[in-house]
């Protein structure tokens, strides 16, 4: 992470929000960490030098003022007092939670299915149950965050996935299989407002020059989730059972809330007065968002979007395979405990972070430095994304068949290696598809990440399940890497072919 050398002190007033289409002036400020204060004519940016050297590049672009962009006309320009690094720390918080609540069950369905007697096969529904519901939340989740407010819409999914969360236990000791179903289908439903709600309110709050460095920061939130889970979940299981999993990881959500409300307190407050500024002056207020208004059918017809969409669900198809049964595969192939199975995935989930970061730090260096075109930087990230874990995976089908034939020769450490790479190439994606709804439409980013996370979220439920179905009949762990390999490969050249960083909606 490179360093800056020198603090800055800066105050400035925070202008009107730009109208759409207007690009911010760049503006490279020191080491800062930002504090905005509200007044009834304006907000000011306080700068203070303690702000986390991990963020320090990140604030060198964003706009000393912390001013908000406002980039729907659906909505009245309102100047909301919240900095960038305030948000951008928030939701980086919120990613790492919805990352340790949903890994939760990937360590504690170990133990789980020993205490309650449950096959690969119904193991792969419990956690394609979420996914389903997650689902549902994406494809409508970016409407509903560019039609309400994002930070509402947000809150009103951590509340829910929390509260499922806690419910998870309870579902499980009934030993009703339906009713456990619906409680991951219902924390699934919470977080799949997440991720549309972060990408609206990064487009409103930070440059369109330092995106990919900061979703690639808020992105590593989840990795660091669950780093965390594998980490603590043994420890919990261990000591307080398989139940405090999910206790303690529930109540999370609602910590984060006590820093998160003042962010929706103020903005009532901003709305509050501009209405009282908009009778004052006889100004109309601004329309409503309507469903009509997305351009559903200039979707359906981008080629640009669809390559998004085929990156987005062969990526998460790796994603969920990784996510759902890295420790029944380390448990199943190599005869490993909880406790050693979770130590097996956390080094590539480490890796992940520090690749995610990398990713989004090199993109924006080629992209404003003139070396690669936007298009070229976004195919490029996208790539290594998509094309090194195909090679890992089809290096991992066939150190399960060393392993299955010298289960005491090095195939443990081989596997150990080839998932590490797998992950930590995948973390480019960031830089790749993760950053590309921002470029083709800034106004319908968050409607866009929705619907493609939405499909990425059907296509990685029904994998989960087929894994488990496949694992069920066949125990060939090699047949399951070998076609998410293929699903990497396919989706690799369709962004190649029809990929672009081009705006392409309003």
């Known amino acids: 992470m490179i360093s800056v050398s020198q603090n800055v002190a800066l105050v400035s007033p925070i202008r009107k929000a730009p109208r759409v289409g207007s690009r911010l002036p760049r503006r490279d400020v020191g080491f800062l960490k930002i504090r905005a204060e509200a007044t009834s004519s304006r907000t000011r940016a306080v700068a203070r030098p303690t702000a986390p050297p991990a963020l320090a590049e990140l604030l060198q672009t964003i706009r000393s003022s912390g001013q908000s962009l406002t980039t729907s006309k659906a ?29 939760a069950m990937s360590v504690a369905i170990l133990p789980m299915s020993q205490t309650f007697d449950w096959d690969d096969g119904v193991k792969g529904a419990i956690s394609s149950a979420f996914f389903a519901g997650y689902m549902v939340t994406n494809l409508c989740g970016g409407y509903l965050a560019t039609r309400f407010s994002p930070k509402q819409v947000l809150a009103g999914g951590v509340v829910l996935w929390s509260l499922f969360t806690l419910a998870t236990p309870a579902a499980a000791a009934s030993q009703s ?21 972060i990408q609206n309110l990064v487009r409103t709050h930070v440059p369109d020059h330092a995106r990919s460095r900061a979703l690639s920061f808020i992105y590593s939130g989840h990795q660091m989730g669950t780093i965390m889970s594998y980490i603590a979940s043994p420890i919990l299981i261990s000591h307080l059972g398989w139940e405090s999993v999910f206790f303690v990881f529930g109540s999370l959500g609602f910590v984060w809330l006590l820093s998160w409300s003042p962010l929706i307190a103020a903005e009532k407050e901003e709305k509050k007065q501009q209405q009282l500024h908009d009778v004052a002056t006889a100004t109309p207020p601004a329309a409503p968002l309507r469903i009509q208004d997305v351009p559903w059918m200039e979707f359906a017809k981008s080629k640009p979007f669809w390559a998004i969409v085929a990156a987005q669900v062969t990526v998460g198809i790796g994603s969920c395979l990784s996510f759902s049964w890295l420790p029944t595969y380390y448990s199943e192939v190599f005869k490993v405990d909880v406790a050693h199975s979770a130590a097996f995935c956390l080094v590539p989930f480490i890796a992940t ?34 094309l090194g874990p195909a090679a890992c ?4 089908a066939f150190t399960h068949e060393a392993a299955v034939d010298d289960p005491a020769g090095n195939g443990l450490a081989d596997a150990v290696v080839m998932v590490t790479a797998w992950l930590a190439l995948g973390g480019f994606s960031a830089a790749g598809y993760g950053s590309n709804h921002q470029d083709i439409s800034s106004r319908w980013a968050g409607v866009m990440f929705g619907l493609s996370n939405g499909l990425a979220s059907i296509a990685g439920s029904a994998s989960i399940y087929a894994t488990g179905m496949v694992l069920h009949q066949t125990h060939d762990w090699s047949l399951i890497f070998e076609s998410a390999a293929v699903m990497y490969i396919i989706g690799a050249g369709v962004y190649l072919k029809w990929g672009s960083a081009e705006q392409h909606f309003e």
């Open 75 to 103: 909505m009245p320009e309102i100047d909301l007092p919240v900095s960038p690094l305030a948000l951008i720390a928030l939701t980086s918080a919120v990613s790492f939670i919805c990352s340790i609540d949903r890994a």
């Open 393 to 396: 995976l089809l290096r991992l």
């Open 177 to 197: 299989l339906p009713e456990l179903l619906a409680v991951r289908s219902m924390m699934g439903i919470g977080e799949g407002v997440s991720y549309p709600s």
């Open 353 to 386: 972070v520090l690749a995610t970061n990398a990713a989004g730090h090199v993109a924006d260096r080629l992209i404003n430095n003139n070396i690669l075109t936007k298009t070229q930087t976004r195919k490029l990230m996208q790539t290594v994304a998509s």
